[in-house]
Structure formats: C-alpha cells, structure tokens
C-alpha cells in the first residue's frame, strides 16, 4: 500500500511520486488506482492498486539494497554470453523490464563491461544509457545524494 507522496520504481521508467489514489469508472467498474508521476520527465502513469505488485510498483531500495547494487556494478567475475546483439538486447530488455533494481544493475554491469571489448550497437548503447539512467536516479533518492555525484561514483567504478 502506498500513500499519497511516497516514492515509488515503476519497471522501465523509474522512480516517481505517488501525487494521489483516485477511483475511476473503467468498463462500467468502480478501479482504484495509484497515480504516478516519473520524476525524470513528469510522465503520469496510473496503476490499479489491486495490480501494483504485479505489474511491480515497489519502494526504492533501502541502505542494505544499495551496497548490493554497488557489489553489482564491481563483480567482474561475470561471463558475458557470446551471443548476437540482437539477442541480447532482448534478454537485457528482459531484465530492465523486471523492475528489479539488481537486474538493472546487471544490465549496466555487462554492457560497460562488453562496451570495454567492442564497439556497442546503437540499440546497446541506448539501452546503456537507459539503465544508467534507472540506476543513477534511483540510488541518488535511496542515499539522498546528487545524480552528478553517483553518477561520478558508477563511472569511477568501471575506469578504476
């Protein structure tokens, strides 16, 4: 249950507000939703409470979580498949799409990673940044901090 002000992730579009709880006739049916605005380009997304889970509208990640995301970022003790581009934007996609921030993490992860061998894709490289974006917006809410400031954090990570 959220309330009216509390911050929320939305899978693929980031951390938002929670501007209210508004009933709707939707079908001839009395809904419940949760009205949403994205912090980062004030899109409004409603959401039926009786769905928020599943469609996973979840709290930003605590402390804890955050050192999780940041032992993410430093493994560098992954396997990157040797697939097609285009196959593993699809499983990239895939895991962005989750909402979970440590898949976002991943996806961040590799593609820097992959991006220190080979020329990225234009797809890749979007997808990059998309969830660098996620990643950078959530972890400056959850540890009250600049973007700028984790965003320099992220990158000395992978240049270090």
């Known amino acids: 249950m959220f309330k009216k002000g509390q911050l929320a992730v939305y ?3 980031g951390v938002g507000v929670i501007e209210s709880e508004e009933e ?3 079908g001839g049916l009395a809904q419940r939703f949760y ?6 380009n004030d899109m409004i997304i409603m959401i039926p409470t009786d769905n928020a889970a599943t ?3 979840r709290p930003v990640i605590d402390q804890k979580q955050v050192s999780q995301v940041y032992s993410i970022l430093k493994d560098r003790d992954v396997i990157i498949e040797n697939q097609t581009w285009n196959r593993r934007y699809r499983d990239y996609m895939k895991k962005i ?6 898949e976002v993490a991943e996806v961040l992860r590799d593609l820097f990673l992959l991006k220190l061998d080979k020329e990225l894709s234009f797809g890749e490289r979007k997808m990059l940044d998309t969830a660098r974006g996620l990643l ?9 901090a600049k973007e700028e400031d984790i965003e320099a954090e992220v990158e000395k990570i ?3």
């Open 11 to 13: 899978p693929a579009h």
């Open 24 to 26: 709707k006739q939707i």
């Open 35 to 40: 009205i949403l605005r994205i912090l980062e």
């Open 55 to 57: 469609v996973g509208l």
């Open 97 to 102: 799409k989750t909402g979970s921030v440590f």
């Open 136 to 144: 950078v917006k959530e972890l400056s809410v959850a540890r009250q």
């Open 158 to 160: 992978f240049h270090a």
